[in-house]
């Protein structure tokens, strides 16, 4: 057949042809017919026809007249009537995702207005990153960090009075010399890991399974408190500048969560570009802040507005443990560093060149950022309120009670939600990652209407949600519980790099081990330090989930493990050349016309049927027996008295009794039903059926067949 | 074969042997075979063996040697193995009962601790009541409405201030007339009706269905409110006596509800005995407290306590309506009047008699105490309070607050929570009415483990304990919704007994009439009354409710009936000679053990089997069908391709098509089922069968057949 020539069939035929090397149904798919049918998929599907039943499209691949060419051709069916449907490859039209039931259709249609309409799979985007928005998407989190980095010093501090305030700049240039090792490090996991070197494949591949998951663990733990921290501190950076409500805050934290919910239900296409702005508006925001408090602090002009918290007296003496507990409390400004590592297939060629840059650049900017918002609270002498954030005082101090104070303030808020956003795309990936090697429910591989990973999205939404309520929304009483998670995975990735390079022996191993061994040294010292001086305050919460957590993802891998092996064919398993015969058990109360349908039913499936009446007196059984003759005589009745009344039971005693007689064949049970018009008639008619149901389903070698008498209208 | 010669191939078979006349399996079931059937049933089953599977009897039935002469044979299997299974009778032993999971095991546990073990039908009760218990068990009711009628009285002429309370006794006088009218015309009812005179019967038989709705919800409603009123009023009269417990009064009456609940689902069998002993004690208690108290007042000797109410200025004057108001509340008095013409057929022979002279007795107690009480306080002056009954304050001022008060009250309390008790037998008995003639739903009409009418027990004590909460165990609150509905049934009944003698035309059928007319006539107008003068406060609610539940009742009937029409056989209907093949569609995902499985089975009820797969890429399309022609190559394979990645759609689309190319065959769908171990496992499984199930389950001419893979242990 010539590729233009429209099939007499099918008069709506349209052809689109495209060459092709291999054919369809017997080599192995190739990366290049790959690329071919994600073309073939992107081309919008035919629009549907005005007729009820256009749900399918006939698909048909044929190969062409010269030489590996090959054509796709859509068929449209006329007037709903697919040519032929017992064979072939069809494709469904968006008029499939249309429930039935109106509370199906209802639901859709909630789910349209708020995510919006479903996406085709060949709609994934393929979007690349600038450096630039790149920045912007992958620092947020790390930067959002300074928000709050500061006040957990000064917090910590104080418990030795306002002397002590004057260690927040030491202990910060220290966080920043963690920094600095940390991204070093990471900078060669970037290098070595092209395709995206995230704590958990990069432990998978080079310390196994259990450390793999230690690292998958924390970093779910931390995603899951980024969430809360980030929306925590957001809500408190917005009510420092509106304290009036300040007393709805966990509501209008909860109430942040629900939409960026929504808003990564609905799938971010244009990501980039929304995270650009705010990201940039921060990082310029507080960089005047920090010249326009650095000039009133080094040229003595008093601040805008005295912020200078009055003298308190420590509870405890400054020792090293305390300033250790302010280090580890000042830990939280590395949270999200690793968020390049994980992203690099996202940057534009050459990927690693530009997320090292990129990596350094935020490294950079977060130093300054937090060592510059730390000098300024010193200098200004601010301590942290329950209702007023560092930042904000800091502010106000510069720049008055002013519309560039509203902007510092808005900024940070808004970062701080964009981070809380970041965990929204990294906690589903890596759930997506986890269930693909069956370590988490495979419901977290499937993606939603619009593409998004929703079961992760919805987990995340909810495990947040709760540590919200839990923490009333407190950033200072969620932080203890953060750190230690995130610095359990640095340290397995490093660690990771350093047997990496130990393997590999590839050119400079030695220099390169050196750099992850340090950094692995480091973060896991680190990790130390904030899980002794940080246990009693939180992080012994972390410390016991992340175990639990871990034989959980143990148990679900064992299971599909099991699932998997029970389910795999051997090589010459293959269906039964000669089919057996069902033993077939019809159990029914009276003969009507829903029963005949029935018994016609069992009879069409096999020769071999029994029916089964269960009653509590013998004059209906035997009144049953009278009519059966005549009416379906054919069937041998097998009438089970059931002095108790009970209808289950006895039926059970039956099917086990039969089951013992026909040992090798699966029995079926063929359950007359009767379907009413409306749902409320349901509790017209006893539900035996369904208790029988479920009851059977769990029986072994047993088929239940449902057949539905329907009402005539 | 000979009678006493044991099956040799059953070696525990046990004959008993009796004569009968009929063919078991052609003659239509005699009134003497019924009588046999009851008696052979009523032989206690054979204990079961202690071997696994000794659910099931054998259950012979053979002609003798003798003409008419019937052998029935009960044959206990040996190790659980039946001799023949395909057809016969058997009994099912206790042991069906125990359910198989560890939840329904833990669930008739709990049961079998609360209610009870299981009662075979057999074990059904045939008690015959004599005068004396039949008095205490119809009577409860009907007496026990003194305890609170007064009150009523009291409190609504005391509107009209303390000066009004003369009233009180001639408003009682006019109820006592009432009482001899409607009794009067009652004892007509039984001498008609000795099989039962219930007004839904005697309204439907004479007037027609929609009067003998009006009358069956009028009582139904009656009923709820008989529990929610004598329990509350019973709570009132305890903690008249026990003040301290006044605030959990609520609480108290609710417990009472649950108590009366678990006995009633008992079944209460000794009941008669039981009922005996507080009502006696009652009448006795109060008419002691009558002559104490009448002695008091007469010999002028001052009352043990003052109880004696301050002077009180009413709010409006004394009017015909203030006395008319006052008579309604009154009416209260003649509640439960009606139980004893429900329940003819409970007494010892001559029933009818019996029951006359039984109402005759009730009515002339009821009035001596009601009258009785009215009386004392009027002359002891007290007025009903919040905290304490009139009969609490009557009996305190006859003996002082010593242990005649006490069992006074105890007797009060008791006898009103038997005549709650009453309604618990005659709301389920009128559904179990209803649901026979189709205006109730029919589980009403199942007897539940202990032969109880469960369903019906349960709606009582849920809507009583509604009412109970709502008006928070007010008893002045809920009188008034209380009398309209029974005085309705009142007016019904007694008119259908006109109707009745108009058209039979018996001897005396004039003087008949005459007085159930006037019955007729005058409950008629006291209904009008009553719901005239208490319409605002509360009647409405009665009166809304009636008409409602009357249309309910409709739509029920119109559903059965429908149904019946639906269902019912023609003459010649019968079963199909030759069966169809039916078309089998297969959904899969992928080829493993228990999609073989599944395909297998297909093959084995029908040649005709298609398999389908759902998948979001044409890659893993592709995959499947290269594996497919090895494994499964004689079942034709369809692929739908889903760029929205849902299954369910596509696929209904799929089966809308074949059904069209099918259209005269029902379509099979077989749906190969994974069913883990533990049911948490099923978290680890997309339920996409269950959701096509739910939604197969409403499509006409589709049957579904469940064919569960178990994991192998």
């Given at each position: 057949m010539k590729q233009s020539e429209p099939d007499p069939r099918a008069p709506e035929a349209k052809g689109s042809h495209e060459p092709d090397t291999s054919d369809a149904s017997e080599k192995p798919t190739s990366d290049r017919e790959n690329e071919q049918n994600r073309n073939e998929s992107k081309q919008p599907p035919p629009a549907a026809l005005p007729g009820a039943e256009a749900d399918l499209y006939w698909r048909e691949v044929?190969?062409?007249?010269?030489?590996?060419?090959?054509?796709?051709?859509?068929?449209?069916?006329?007037?709903?009537?697919?040519?032929?449907?017992?064979?072939?490859?069809?494709?469904?039209?968006?008029?499939?995702?249309?429930?039935?039931?109106?509370?199906?259709?209802?639901?859709?249609?909630?789910?349209?207005?708020?995510?919006?309409?479903?996406?085709?799979?060949?709609?994934?985007?393929?979007?690349?990153?600038?450096?630039?928005?790149?920045?912007?998407?992958?620092?947020?989190?790390?930067?959002s960090s300074s928000a709050y980095a500061t006040d957990e010093i000064?917090?910590?501090?104080?418990?030795?009075?306002?002397?002590?305030?004057?260690?927040?700049?030491?202990?910060?240039?220290?966080?920043?010399?963690?920094?600095?090792?940390?991204?070093?490090?990471?900078?060669?996991?970037?290098?070595?890991?092209?395709?995206?070197?995230?704590?958990?494949?990069?432990?998978?591949?080079?310390?196994?399974?259990?450390?793999?998951?230690?690292?998958?663990?924390?970093?779910?733990?931390?995603?899951?408190?980024?969430?809360?921290?980030?929306i925590s501190s957001g809500v408190a950076n917005f009510t420092s500048a509106v304290p009036d409500l300040f007393e709805y805050r966990v509501q209008i934290a909860l109430a942040f969560i629900a939409v960026i919910t929504l808003v990564n239900l609905r799938g971010v296409r244009e990501s980039g570009t929304i995270f650009a702005a705010p990201t940039y508006v921060f990082i310029l925001a507080v960089l005047s802040m920090l010249v326009v408090g650095g000039w009133r602090l080094m040229a003595g002009v008093p601040p805008a507005e005295d912020v200078r918290s009055p003298v308190i007296e420590g509870s405890e003496a400054l020792s090293l443990l305390l300033l250790m507990r302010a280090f580890s409390s000042g830990c939280a400004a590395l949270t999200g560093t690793e968020a390049v590592a994980d992203g690099v297939p996202a940057f534009k060629p050459p990927e690693w060149k530009n997320a090292r840059t990129t990596l350094t650049?935020?490294?950079?900017?977060?130093?300054?950022?937090?060592?510059?918002?730390s000098f300024l609270a010193v200098g200004f002498g601010v301590v942290p309120q329950e209702d007023e954030?560092?930042?904000?005082?800091?502010?106000?101090?510069?720049?008055?009670?002013?519309?560039?104070?509203?902007?510092?303030?808005?900024?940070?808020?808004?970062?701080?939600?964009?981070?809380?956003?970041t965990a929204f795309a990294d906690f589903p990936r890596l759930s997506f990652f986890l269930a693909r090697d069956h370590f988490m429910p495979h419901q977290f591989q499937l993606r939603g209407d619009r593409l998004a990973f929703s079961t992760g999205i919805t987990a995340l939404a909810v495990l947040a949600g709760l540590l919200v309520l839990g923490f009333r929304a407190d950033t200072h009483a969620l932080i203890p519980l953060y750190a230690v998670g995130v610095f359990i995975s640095f340290t397995f990735s490093q660690a990771s790099m350093v047997r990496r390079w130990w393997k590999s022996r590839e050119p400079s191993w030695r220099r390169n081990m050196l750099v992850n061994g340090i950094g692995a040294f480091t973060t896991g010292v680190v990790t130390l330090v904030v899980a002794v001086t940080k246990f009693q305050s939180g992080a012994w919460i972390t410390l016991v989930i992340l175990p639990t957590f871990i034989l959980l993802l143990l148990g679900i891998n064992r299971h599909y493990r099991r699932v998997n092996a029970a389910l795999?064919?051997?090589?010459?398993?293959?269906?039964?050349?000669?089919?057996?015969?069902?033993?077939?058990?019809?159990?029914?109360?009276?003969?009507?016309?829903?029963?005949?349908?029935?018994?016609?039913?069992?009879?069409?499936?096999?020769?071999?049927?029994?029916?089964?009446?269960?009653?509590?007196?013998?004059?209906?059984?035997?009144?049953?027996?009278?009519?059966?003759?005549?009416?379906?005589g054919e069937v041998p009745l097998v009438i089970l008295e059931s002095p108790y009344r009970?209808?289950?039971?006895?039926?059970?005693?039956?099917?086990?009794?039969a089951q013992a007689r026909h040992p090798d064949t699966p029995l079926t049970i063929v359950l007359p039903e009767f379907v009413p018009r409306h749902w409320w008639e349901f509790f017209l008619h006893n539900q035996t059926a369904l208790r029988l149901k479920a009851t059977l389903f769990f029986r072994p070698n047993t088929a239940v067949v449902d057949v539905p008498f329907h009402l005539p209208e």
């Amino acid at each position: 057949m010539k590729q233009s020539e429209p099939d007499p069939r099918a008069p709506e035929a349209k052809g689109s042809h495209e060459p092709d090397t291999s054919d369809a149904s017997e080599k192995p798919t190739s990366d290049r017919e790959n690329e071919q049918n994600r073309n073939e998929s992107k081309q919008p599907p035919p629009a549907a026809l005005p007729g009820a039943e256009a749900d399918l499209y006939w698909r048909e691949v044929r190969k062409g007249a010269l030489p590996g060419e090959r054509y796709v051709r859509i068929v449209r069916p006329q007037a709903g009537k697919l040519r032929r449907i017992e064979r072939g490859r069809f494709q469904a039209t968006e008029r499939t995702l249309v429930g039935r039931s109106w509370l199906s259709r209802f639901w859709s249609r909630v789910r349209r207005i708020l995510i919006g309409r479903p996406l085709t799979t060949a709609d994934l985007p393929h979007e690349r990153l600038s450096k630039t928005k790149a920045l912007a998407v992958f620092a947020s989190d790390a930067l959002s960090s300074s928000a709050y980095a500061t006040d957990e010093i000064l917090l910590a501090l104080l418990a030795a009075g306002t002397m002590a305030l004057q260690w927040t700049l030491p202990v910060a240039m220290a966080i920043v010399m963690l920094v600095a090792i940390v991204v070093t490090s990471y900078r060669q996991t970037i290098r070595a890991y092209p395709h995206g070197g995230g704590s958990y494949m990069v432990t998978r591949d080079n310390l196994g399974t259990i450390p793999s998951l230690f690292a998958a663990s924390s970093l779910l733990v931390g995603y899951v408190l980024t969430v809360a921290v980030s929306i925590s501190s957001g809500v408190a950076n917005f009510t420092s500048a509106v304290p009036d409500l300040f007393e709805y805050r966990v509501q209008i934290a909860l109430a942040f969560i629900a939409v960026i919910t929504l808003v990564n239900l609905r799938g971010v296409r244009e990501s980039g570009t929304i995270f650009a702005a705010p990201t940039y508006v921060f990082i310029l925001a507080v960089l005047s802040m920090l010249v326009v408090g650095g000039w009133r602090l080094m040229a003595g002009v008093p601040p805008a507005e005295d912020v200078r918290s009055p003298v308190i007296e420590g509870s405890e003496a400054l020792s090293l443990l305390l300033l250790m507990r302010a280090f580890s409390s000042g830990c939280a400004a590395l949270t999200g560093t690793e968020a390049v590592a994980d992203g690099v297939p996202a940057f534009k060629p050459p990927e690693w060149k530009n997320a090292r840059t990129t990596l350094t650049i935020m490294a950079v900017t977060l130093s300054v950022l937090f060592v510059g918002i730390s000098f300024l609270a010193v200098g200004f002498g601010v301590v942290p309120q329950e209702d007023e954030t560092v930042v904000s005082q800091v502010a106000r101090a510069s720049f008055g009670d002013s519309v560039p104070y509203y902007i510092v303030q808005s900024a940070t808020m808004l970062i701080l939600v964009l981070a809380a956003n970041t965990a929204f795309a990294d906690f589903p990936r890596l759930s997506f990652f986890l269930a693909r090697d069956h370590f988490m429910p495979h419901q977290f591989q499937l993606r939603g209407d619009r593409l998004a990973f929703s079961t992760g999205i919805t987990a995340l939404a909810v495990l947040a949600g709760l540590l919200v309520l839990g923490f009333r929304a407190d950033t200072h009483a969620l932080i203890p519980l953060y750190a230690v998670g995130v610095f359990i995975s640095f340290t397995f990735s490093q660690a990771s790099m350093v047997r990496r390079w130990w393997k590999s022996r590839e050119p400079s191993w030695r220099r390169n081990m050196l750099v992850n061994g340090i950094g692995a040294f480091t973060t896991g010292v680190v990790t130390l330090v904030v899980a002794v001086t940080k246990f009693q305050s939180g992080a012994w919460i972390t410390l016991v989930i992340l175990p639990t957590f871990i034989l959980l993802l143990l148990g679900i891998n064992r299971h599909y493990r099991r699932v998997n092996a029970a389910l795999s064919l051997g090589p010459s398993d293959r269906l039964l050349e000669e089919p057996y015969k069902p033993h077939v058990i019809v159990p029914l109360q009276g003969l009507h016309r829903g029963t005949i349908y029935a018994l016609n039913y069992a009879r069409s499936i096999s020769p071999d049927v029994v029916a089964v009446t269960v009653t509590d007196s013998a004059e209906e059984g035997e009144a049953l027996r009278r009519d059966w003759g005549r009416i379906a005589g054919e069937v041998p009745l097998v009438i089970l008295e059931s002095p108790y009344r009970t209808l289950v039971g006895p039926l059970l005693a039956y099917i086990d009794a039969a089951q013992a007689r026909h040992p090798d064949t699966p029995l079926t049970i063929v359950l007359p039903e009767f379907v009413p018009r409306h749902w409320w008639e349901f509790f017209l008619h006893n539900q035996t059926a369904l208790r029988l149901k479920a009851t059977l389903f769990f029986r072994p070698n047993t088929a239940v067949v449902d057949v539905p008498f329907h009402l005539p209208e």
